[in-house]
């Protein structure tokens, strides 16, 4: 992967899904880096993320993972391309406390029709991941 | 699988779900069908569920095949279970124009540790899946 | 899916498999059905599917499904194209015992791009599946 | 995970599978790595693992990914352990060259009922992985 500066920055990335996709206006995401094909993203969990048992619940750190692929995809493509999620596999590790979440993804391929990456999600303060993902992301026609 | 009367009620699934995970409240669920191990769910699309380009965001989608997929968990072995899912796949077929979606789940392994179900996603009025899901949800020890 | 008539012969696919891909020559597949989409593949066990135990070593079932799926990927498009798997996805579900097994694969988008399948594999004289698989293929370019 | 001696030499583990799993003597798999929870096994590149247009077959790399899977998790387990594998999920990234391959597994998770693990194939010679897989596998009631 090419490690140089990430085509997209925090701002627009942010901004773009706020006005793309409105549910994640319920999530509170915040970069911790932003490099071409490597991201980390936090998640701070408010109630809305939360289930019972005081966990957080797996649609939430789906969202999570698939907004840190889709990031680390356009840091490497950049924001004019509409690319599109193909496939996601998730492994649920372990149960996470109500804290926030870091998302850290990172390209494995970048093709030019598709690109795959790999996510580990782990819960602030603690070094084994709750969750980890993988998922390839097609891209549109005039950029293969 | 034993395809008789659901362990669980519509009513009491969809009170569950609403009281356990907040984010539920911003999904439209009705079920279709749920009868034991085959479960018919549907998503009336509301804003939060849309994408630019009038399309459904996957995060949605992937929250609707889980929530199917949970049902169908339960109406097999009952409301008391804490089921937790263990790992999900997701592939992601077609782009679904902006209608209600409805997830026809079933199950596909019922074990003592673990039940394992898949699910077709479609887009109404169109017979052709926008995307399929399997995965696999495993059942405390106490049910083992 | 268009069910018309296979674009691919059971004759053609096994010469296909059995001249290009060495390791097929240890396996005994023989196709109950191939329709366009839809293909039934039988694959008589011998001891070298076999693991400790008396049941079916897990490569073994997942040459298996991808030769399945291949077949339907094949039975599609026509045995000139060169479709690569990209991605498979498994979930092991029974121990069989050492019965033929068949494969049951069926596709779920036929696109431009890739073409994605499930397939259940059942352990002969048993309704209920061992394995569930899924999994997409590209196409080359020039069918695009 | 724990990083101390791995619960299994080389020497044992490559006895069992030839002993457990005849198809892996069509395999020529050497270690270059076994720690617990971590592990480097390269596969030698024989005819039967070829595929036409020079490149390595689907189910060969799927067994070498299951192998250095299941290694990693005896390698944390132990021997006596009849460990299964529940589910396997495949990106196949780049066509290989019929060079070597070497499958780098680490475990993600150990648990008392379930051991999950991450593995990224390269080709002898090239740093950018030719496929990355991800596999769960569940323990014996005994371990639990």
Redesign the interface.
């Known amino acids: 992967m090419n490690t140089s500066r990430a085509k997209v920055t925090s701002r627009e990335f942010i901004d773009l899904i706020n006005?793309?996709?409105?549910?994640s206006r319920?999530f509170d995401f915040s970069f911790i880096e932003l490099d071409r094909g490597k991201v980390s993203l936090r998640m701070d969990a408010s109630?809305?993320?939360?289930?019972?048992?005081g966990t957080l619940?797996?649609?939430?750190i789906?969202?999570l993972a698939?907004t840190a692929l889709y990031a680390a995809v356009l840091s490497q493509i950049g924001m004019e391309a509409?690319a599109?999620?193909?496939?996601?596999?998730?492994?649920?590790?372990?149960?996470p406390k109500p804290n926030p979440l870091i998302a850290e993804a990172t390209l494995?391929?970048v093709g030019k029709?598709?690109v795959?990456g790999?996510v580990?999600i782990l819960s602030e303060g603690n070094p084994?991941?709750i969750c980890?993902a993988?998922g390839?992301y097609?891209l549109p026609?005039d950029l293969?």
């Not at 006005?19 to 549910?23: Q, R, S, V």
């Open positions: 006005e793309t996709i409105p549910l319920f109630d809305i993320q939360l289930r019972a048992g619940n797996g649609p939430s789906m969202t698939d509409m599109l999620t193909s496939n996601l596999n998730f492994h649920f590790l372990r149960r494995i391929k029709r598709s795959t790999i580990h084994e991941p980890f993988s390839a097609s026609d293969a």
